[in-house]
């Protein structure tokens, strides 16, 4: 191993550690969590991160992850430990076998393989303050992250590609080809380790790299990598600017669940979309698996006249009302565990002096006066309604005081719905309605709703 800096060394350094300081990546008195697998990129990125120090007073501790696929496995261990013992690196091991994660969590190996380590890398860094994760992704994984999401149908969050900060995430090696990171570690006599999977055809990525990448470098263009980093650097300038503006758009049309159709319809067709996509993989588990099929039928509903619904995965409901959008995720009532009623939703023009029917499960509103997202749930402290004050006019009355003239026994009161916008509440099912929301001489438009049992 040489110790003395040749022109290979002294730039490849030189170029990293101006883009570590560009994007303040490590700074006096850090943490730094390094991920390193004994492969080509993570052993220059200890070798680089051990420079740094030189300039930069930091901590080191290296994580190695064990995969538990490869019989060679054990000996890149071996190797990793011996360069932290060389140069006092605390160093920990973990194992955990990917193929019975992947089974697990239903993902493939190869996501089952990046859960794995950035949980470890997780761990480890948890235990100290601010501390950040140094990962050796160079600027050959950014293009073909960037061709993968492209061929998956990414937009231009994908198109980005990956970043070289992410929360405490840093990837100091991100503005290096892989060409440079071996004729680094070659002009300094350092070996490492070679994964014979990255060899072969196993995973989509090694296809993109080995006949695609590969081939665009030597036949097209042999600053394919760097072209299409710098794109990525364009991309991701716009997308941080869209960002910006669709967190505005989100400030002036949306109300907690609710988008103002006009409001809506005033923004330009990227940050509807974007602001669509954002609102909806809010309600996913895992944020994801929203597709531009969803974008597209959720976009219908400000676009075509008329109150319909449509159903997205995860149980998520859009539905629109005249001048808005809701947007919900069904779940189970709380408390009691019981299913809440099944509530059918209709509107329709009214014509001053036609007959309402009553009833009991059946209601009718004036759809003009409700502003706000309407819910279905059991009572909660400060609910009332409105009833008539025998004078001409109407005054508020709360739900316990109603319940309790009303006779209704206590054990019961817990379990009754109520169709609320707000605190005030439309209707106590299976009783009565509020004042305020009937049917009257200005009324315009009117909301059925028919109350049914869940089967």
């Not at 001048?323 to 014509?351: H, N, R």
Request: charged fraction near 30%; proline fraction near 3%.
């Amino acid at each position: 191993m040489k110790y003395g800096k040749d022109d290979t060394t002294f730039a490849v350094e030189k170029k990293v550690f101006a883009a570590m300081e560009e994007k303040q990546m490590i700074l006096p008195g850090d943490t730094v969590v390094l991920g390193v697998s004994g492969g080509a990129d993570s052993v220059c990125l200890f070798f680089v991160l051990l420079a740094y120090r030189e300039k930069v007073p930091f901590s080191m501790r290296v994580v190695h992850v064990n995969h538990g696929v490869r019989t060679e496995a054990v000996e890149d261990q071996a190797y990793v430990e011996s360069l932290c013992k060389q140069f006092e690196i605390p160093f920990q091991a973990v194992y955990e076998n990917i193929y019975e994660v992947a089974k697990a969590e239903k993902c493939s190996p190869e996501d089952a393989g990046r859960r794995v380590r950035y949980k470890a890398f997780s761990r480890e860094a948890d235990q100290y303050p601010s501390a950040k994760i140094a990962v050796a992704h160079n600027a050959n994984d950014r293009a073909e992250t960037m061709l993968l999401n492209l061929f998956r149908g990414s937009g231009m969050r994908g198109l980005r590609s990956i970043e070289a900060t992410r929360d405490r995430i840093i990837r100091p090696l991100l503005t290096l080809e892989r060409c440079e990171i071996e004729a680094y570690l070659q002009a300094r006599e350092i070996t490492w380790c070679t994964d014979a999977t990255n060899l072969e055809d196993l995973y989509t990525r090694n296809k993109v790299r080995h006949h695609i990448l590969d081939y665009a470098g030597q036949e097209i263009c042999d600053r394919t990598v760097v072209h299409m980093n710098r794109t990525a650097d364009v991309i991701a300038e716009a997308e941080d600017f869209l960002t910006d503006m669709t967190e505005a758009a989100r400030k002036h049309c949306v109300r907690d669940d609710a988008i103002e159709v006009s409001s809506f319809l005033e923004l330009h067709k990227a940050i509807q979309n974007r602001l669509l996509l954002q609102l909806l993989e809010e309600k996913t588990p895992y944020g994801k698996d929203i597709r531009a099929v969803h974008i597209e039928g959720v976009r219908e509903l400000f676009t075509r006249d008329g109150n319909r619904s449509i159903q997205l995965p995860f149980d998520i409901c859009c539905r629109r009302q005249y001048g808005k959008v809701y947007i919900t995720s069904g779940e189970a009532a709380q408390g009691d565990g019981l299913m809440g009623p099944e509530l059918l939703f209709s509107d329709f023009g009214y014509e001053e002096g036609g007959e309402i029917p009553q009833n009991q499960y059946t209601k009718w509103f004036d759809y003009d006066k409700i502003r706000e997202s309407l819910d279905v749930r059991t009572r909660q402290v400060g609910d009332y309604l409105t009833v008539s004050d025998g004078k001409g006019g109407v005054i508020h009355k709360s739900v316990k005081k109603y319940m309790i003239e009303e006779k209704i026994p206590e054990e019961q009161r817990d379990r009754i719905y109520l169709l609320a916008e707000g605190n005030h509440i439309l209707w106590i099912i299976g009783y009565r309605i509020s004042e305020y929301y009937k049917i009257g001489p200005g009324t315009e438009h009117i909301l059925q709703v028919e109350c049914r049992d869940r089967q």
